[in-house]
Every structure is written in structure tokens, then in C-alpha cells.
């Protein structure tokens, strides 16, 4: 059972709650609010006169917004999924349809950079983006379960940016171009180093410190927050990364004269770009939104009510 | 006086606040967290004797804590600012050092090309990042003084924008190149078009509605989360257009192969999108992090506890 789903709240606490329930759910993010200071509180009597002449539309009420909730959810969600797929699923084709597919072969070094573009786009994007979303996903799983997911995504997405960097190194180095000097090499280069550097401490901290639970403990939750940061960091590094190099291989490919007609290849590659940012903001979205981490308190005081 | 400052926590509360408090935080987001259940809860003739004996290092260690955040704080707001400044700064030395300044003459268009970039940077991220800001560094003041000062960054982004806008239009018209082919402009005119949309909506429910400051309450709190996310995305789509655009200024001003021996305006143009991606980094953070925003609920806590 999950930590969150049993709450040590007082007696007075679901009253609390629904004074301060409308306008907005209590476990919602209001940054920058501005709200008028709320009402006086409620004595303990007048407090449980209202409980008593409100529960029913308190409930349907409730139940309507739980309903919306989930609708919003599961919307978000699909949407996140098609794009996910949507993304490396679109590159895969661009580079079929107008690059002539793949190969690792010194006579052709253009079919080899083509894996370069398609593999950082499966393992920065595809791959890391549903890491990142299955702590959404799974959330009736047991958080053990979720981790070694989490662990097996980003194992799946370690060998894609492995090779997608040799690839085009390998190609550099073949065609006599030189490596990191572009701004988009730079931003990939910290990416790869932030991705490494998180799934070592990740792997160590989250799975293999699970032997000494109890003891770990505090180390895990302290890490928690910086693991995740860090890695929505990466994410957004990813991103960056993809979007300056869809930009860099555009002008190169294309060249500037065919690329400013805007060709059938250069609306693929524009919307590769539009797509990873699209994914940028949804995962942003979903992982800011705390109602879709775990069930909301609110839900667990009623629960808590209703038991009593 | 904040809405937060006053708790309506019954007596138990700082307690079990207590009891929750070591590993992490209450207030501080745990995303993704894997601690162990809580310990059972204690009765509340233990909780009494607990506060009795360890009311003092409890106070020390929450002070010692409290130095820290404060410590944090002026470090990541001071580090942002310098960032803001920073990137606008070395733009307008990119251009008067390496590309001859600024003009509006038909007679030498990469003069008025030049505004470009100075003024994007300048619109959508120096102003856009103070005025984000803002809601972090001016805690002390008033609400409505601090939503002023918010329209007031913006409004000076807006010409920024618009100006920036029209510069790189009519370079492009005098020069015969087309316009909104490439990623980066699809990404700009996007990021423009959320921006206008903010600023309006903005504006309009956040300052004019405060007419009926009693009326509209439930709406602009309903409102505040979606202002706050599509401003945030706009900023996000800022970065992404700055980034995309030096790419492709640094490949056509320079050429690729002058741009691949990385000269002095190489690593200038990189060192604009690096700066670039480190504020986007640092607002997140900051903007991600509640104790930034008001003081920590338990602070709360702790003075009613006091107060009693």
C-alpha cells in the first residue's frame, strides 16, 4: 500500500479541507497566486453542522471532479505515448523515405550517420521520455517494479546513444570533419555525460542500496529530488540537442536555397522538431502535475471521514 | 499578510509534522519517492513529552536549516540574475565586436539583421526571466505591487519582440531570402504567439479583473496554474528559438567550415546558447522549488506552536 494513502490527519482536518476546497483542489500547485485571504475558520460545531447538510453534493461533487480528473489524465497521457512513438516512428521514416536507410560501411559514411539522428532520437526521447513516464503510468504497481522498469528503459536507451555518438564520430572522422565545435555537439556532449553520470548514481542509489533498506533510507529520499531534477534536466538537454542538430543537418543536407523552398524533407524535419518539443512540454506537464503522481490527499481525508 | 501565515493546524499537527520531518522536508516536492512507510504514529501523551525534551536541538536544527535555504537562495536567484544579465550582455558584444554594430539603413541590411538576435534575447529571455523572477525575489512585497512589476518586465519585452520581429522581416524582404521555412521560425512564431496571447490574457484577468477583485476570484485561481505553465512554455519556447537561430547564424554567417575550427565568434555564438540553456535550468529549478516561493508551512507551524 502506498505511504501516502493512510494520512495522520486530526478529526478536524476534512472540514478544514472543504473550507478551503473551492476555489481550487488543496493539492493543486497555485504558484503565483493571488487569492483573498480565506475565510475566518469554522468552530468544531459549526464545523460539523455543515459536514452533516453538505455531504451528499460534497460527494457527487467530488466523484464529478474525480471523473474529469482521470478523463484529463488518460488524455495526456495517450497523447504523450503517440508522440513518444510518434517521434523516432517519424524519423525513422524520413530517413527510409529521403536519406536511403541505414548501413556501417566505409563506401557509404552518409547511411551511417543516419543512425546517429535515429538512435539519440529513440534513447534521448523515445525511450527516456517513457522512463520518465511510467512513475505515471504504473501507478497501481509496486514501486520496486516501476524502478527496475524505469532502469530497464534507460538500459534500453544506453546502447541507442552509445552508438548513435559513435556513429557520427566514426563519420567525422571517415569524411575529415572535425568533432565539438558546434553548439549542438556541446549541448549533446552534456546530455550524454548528465545521462551517464545519472544512471550510475541511479542504478547504485535506487536499486542496488536496497539491500540495506532501512539504513538507506534518508540517502535515498534526500537523492530523490536531485536524481529527478537532474534528469528532467537531461531531458530537456536531449531536446535542445535534437533541435539544433535537425536545424545543423537541414542547412547541411538540404542547403540553405532548397531548404528556404521549404521541400517535403524539410516540413519532415521541422516537424521532428515541432514533435520533440511537443513531448517536451506534455512530459513537463504531466510530471509537474502532482494528481497524477499518486491519489490526492483529498480523496484519502474524505476516505478518512467516511471511516470514521 | 500572506494567506500561508496563518495555519488553522490543530494542536497535534506540529508533531506529526515533526515526526514526518527527518529525512525530507514536508513541503519540499519528493517526486518519485521510495522511503519506507512511516513510523506508527505517536499517541499524543508521547508527542508531548517528545516536544517537551526536544523542543531546543529542534529549534537549533530547524534554524541551522533555515540558514542553508536562505544560503541556497541568494545564491541561485543571485546566480540567475547574473545568467540573465550575463547572456544579453555578451550578445551585445557578439554583434559590436564581430558584425559591426547595429542600423536600419537599406544600404547595409546585416546592420538591421543584427537587432535580431540582441532584441529576441533581450525580450524573451533577459525580461521574460526578471519577470518570472520577480515572484521569487520580491517576497516581501505586496501582491498586487509584485504583479505590476511583472507587467512592466513583459511590456518591456513586448517592443523587444516586436521590433526583433520586424528586423530580421525586413531584412529578409530586402535581401530576398523567404520567410518561415525553417524550424527556428516555426518555433519563433509560436513562442510570439503564446507570448501576445499571455500578455493579453494576462493582463486583462490579472490586473483588470481586480475591479471585482471578490467576483472573479474563483476564476483568475483557476486561472493562475495555466498562465503559469503557458508561461513557462513560452519561455521554454524562447530558449528553443535562441538556440535553433545562433545554430543556424553561426553555419551561414560563418560557414561550416570556418564555424568547424572554432574561431573567437564560434565559441561566442556557443557560449550565448550554453548561457542560454543554464538559465532555462536555473528558472526551472527555482520555479520548481516551493520553498522559493513563501516560507516553508512548517515555519508556520513551528510559530503557532510558539504562539501557543
Known sequence: MDSNSVSPMPELAPIAEFDKSPPSPPNEEVPMDDLPPPPATITQSEGKKLKVQRSRSYDSEEHERGACEWCEYALVITLACILLIGVSALTIFWIFFYREGYAWADEIPEKQFNLHPTLMVAGFITFSGFSVLLYRICRCFRRIYVKLLHAIFHALAFPCIVIGFLAVLDFHNKTGIKNFYSLHS?????AMGLFGIQYAVGFFSFLLLLICNKGTAGFRASLVPVHAAFGIL???????????????KAIFTLGAERYSGLPDEGVIINAIGVASIAILAVIMYIVSRDKFRVASSREDHIRVSVDL
Open 234 to 248: 537531461t531531458f530537456v538537454l536531449g531536446v535542445a540537442a535534437c533541435l539544433t542538430g535537425l536545424t545543423e
Open 186 to 190: 556541446w549541448i549533446g556532449l552534456v
